[in-house]
């Protein structure tokens, strides 16, 4: 039989399924061992606490046994007093090894260790562990999610979704959507203008994107539309792809004020005529606000037959120029711990 040699598309796409397979078997791999380990310092802390509380063993009893393994294992790491103190809080924090193996076995260990830590309530902690599954937080996003209280703000904003989106799309729309949101990120001086606040979040569009959540598509800033032979513009479009739909947000450095409404309303009849696709579901407007009379907004929305929320946002606020020169610069701070250490 010859020895044919295959033409470069069908080798090309043998090459690309293999590839595709082994990253998926190195996925579901690392998963496993993942979901074992987690597992394995659940069985430990739950041995140290059934032994603790059975035999009235003390905390000292820990660090022998953070030595003895470490000495049996000692190419395993993570028998750590510190650490086996994590297993056993683990272990109390999640009773049930079926809890473990459903939920807190599918995060990775110090995921975990953070939610123990930052998180003391059992239903938020569940909160934050879905979350971190379904939107594959990494530490460093789980950490700036618990301390900006996202539990507590996910979903809270004043909205008319019910009124106006078929569910299921009204619920997702609505937990998508939080207040207040939390620019920590910008600092802004007390006469700043919505060109400014628009501006230091396009500088830092990467946080902005964490702030806003999965699922949002930067379209564009200062979008222009044209309608009746007049020019607007929006000052933020953005593409969700969970909800499939564009996502209008208007900022205002002032209080909300009903009239707000209408211009939103304007803007999405805009963009549903002239951007929205056949697939595409009906736009939503999110009016972010530096404050809101939650009674006001909620009057302001009703009747409304378009989809949009009101938040208000959160920035650092610039020191006032009368403090400014009384406290220390970095280089002076810097050349005061260099003098310490001479």
Known sequence: MADLVPSAKSYLDLLARLKSEIRTARIKAALAVNSELVRLYWKIGKQILERQAGEGWGTKVVERLAKDLHSEFP??????????????????????????????????????????DKVKVHQERVWYIQAAIQNGWSRNVLVIQIESGLYRRQGKATTNFTATLPAPQSDLAQQLIKDPYHFDFLTLGQEAQERDLERGLMAHLRQFLVELGTGFAFVGSQVPLEVGGEDFKLDLLFYHLKLRCFVVIDLKMTPFKPEYVGKMNFYLAAVDDMLRHPGDKPSIGLILCKTKNRIVAEYALRGTSTPMGISEFRHLAELPETLKGTLPTIEEIEAELAGDHQ
């Open 75 to 116: 190419d395993m790491k993570g028998f750590s007093r510190s650490n086996l103190l994590y297993m056993r809080a683990f272990a109390e924090a999640w009773p049930e090894e079926s809890t473990v193996q459903q939920l807190a076995g599918r995060l990775p260990w110090f995921h975990n260790c953070i939610v123990l």
